[in-house]
């Protein structure tokens, strides 16, 4: 079956990057999409970004362009959420979240466990 | 695009008739998912294109609507589906907007 495992907590300090890893199995890494939402505490889901694994090609949210990478790994089916110049803001749990091609207007239809990054001086 | 929903949270009990509404800022067609979400796990698909029931999601569960107006019913409320619904718009896509939640709680 189709498994996103993603990395583990994190605790950064302003001002820092984070790298979180998100490892899928169980699905052609050619069929599908890759998005990123994340939720900071008590509050609703925000829409990131997006790759394409075939191409690398990415889609940011207009409040996180300047600060966040999306990257893939092809031999290891692994793909990375990299989000710089962290603030208290940031703190929050981060999704990955796939997309079948062909459905990509039908919503997302496999998700991560969650990475919480905590923010804190 | 903004979504609202409504209620922000609702009090119901175990077989009740339960409705939550998603509005759209402006028209999206039918491109509107509902998700369901439990304390610290991620979302759950529950119903793609406004109306398509996943697979493997009780059918007590249904959605409609189009352009700007939504509604997800729970025809008979379960103790499994006390948790946190979103609507999400995917007119706009790969952009994904997200409504701002209806929590359902146990009378």
């Known amino acids: 079956q189709v498994q996103l495992v993603q990395s583990g907590p994190e605790v950064k300090k302003p001002g820092a990057s984070v790298r979180i890893s998100c490892k899928a199995s169980?699905?052609?890494?050619?069929?599908?999409?890759m998005h990123w939402v994340r939720q900071a505490p008590g509050e609703g889901l925000a829409w990131m970004g997006i790759?394409?694994?075939?191409?690398?090609?990415?889609n940011y949210a207009q409040r996180f362009q300047g600060r966040i990478t999306l990257a893939r790994d092809t031999a290891t089916s692994t793909f990375y959420m990299d989000l710089s110049s962290l603030n208290f803001d940031d703190t929050a749990v981060y999704y990955c979240?796939?997309?079948?091609?062909?459905?990509?207007?039908?919503?997302?239809?496999?998700w991560g466990q969650g990475s919480l990054v905590t923010v804190s001086s | 695009i903004q979504l609202t929903q409504s209620p922000s949270s609702l009090s119901a009990s175990v077989g009740d008739r339960v409705t939550i509404t998603c509005r759209a800022s402006?028209?999206?067609?039918?491109?509107l998912a509902w998700y369901q979400q439990k304390p610290g796990k991620a979302p759950k698909l529950l119903i793609s294109?406004?109306?398509t029931l996943q697979s493997g999601v009780p059918s007590r569960f249904s959605g409609s609507g189009s352009g700007t107006d939504f509604t997800l019913t729970i025809s008979s409320l379960q103790p499994e589906d006390f948790a946190t619904y979103y609507c999400?718009?995917?007119?706009?896509?790969?952009?994904?907007?997200f409504g701002q939640g209806t929590k359902v709680e146990i009378k």
């Open positions: 979240a796939a997309v079948v091609a062909g459905r990509e207007q039908q919503g997302f239809d496999y």
């Open positions: 169980g699905i052609t890494f050619s069929t599908y999409y």
């Open positions: 790759i394409n694994p075939r191409g690398g090609s990415a």
């Open positions: 402006q028209g999206i067609r039918t491109y």
């Open positions: 294109a406004a109306s």
């Open positions: 999400q718009q995917l007119n706009s896509y790969p952009s994904g907007t």
